[in-house]
């Protein structure tokens, strides 16, 4: 869900696992014009309003929305998969409670960030970083 950065990095993380990509974003044409200008085919720009009837086997929300507030409607049933990037989540994500109670695997934006920032700390240091080691140091 989004066109914005980490909707696209999310995108290519999703086609490399040869997953086909839907991205849904209220600027569906952003995400279409994003999508056309990829050098190989990594999937379709769907309307915000059409979302939940794509078939889906990993949500993940790019979009500003959390908290309280989720991308997802109530009424919509829950893929098995899903994964909330936006850090106002923290540390409440209305989307990811709805997942849970459900029975979904859930993965909370603090697991993308402290992997990414392990993984750039090892580049600027010159040296291994574990994600261990990063949330120790964080907590």
Sequence with gaps: ????????????GCADLGLDVAMAARRPDAAAHWLAARSRALGEAIPWSARTRARVDVLVNATPLSGDDSP????APMPPLVFDLALGARPKSALLERARAAGCRT?????????????????????????????????
Excluded: H, K, N, Y
């Design 107 to 139: 993965l909370d934006p603090l697991a993308m960030w402290v992997a990414q920032g392990a993984a750039q700390m090892s580049l600027l240091l010159g040296r291994s970083i574990t994600v261990a080691e990063l949330r120790e140091a964080l907590a």
């Design 72 to 75: 997802w409607p109530d009424e």
């Design 1 to 12: 869900l989004g066109a914005g950065g980490a909707a696209r990095a999310a995108a290519l």
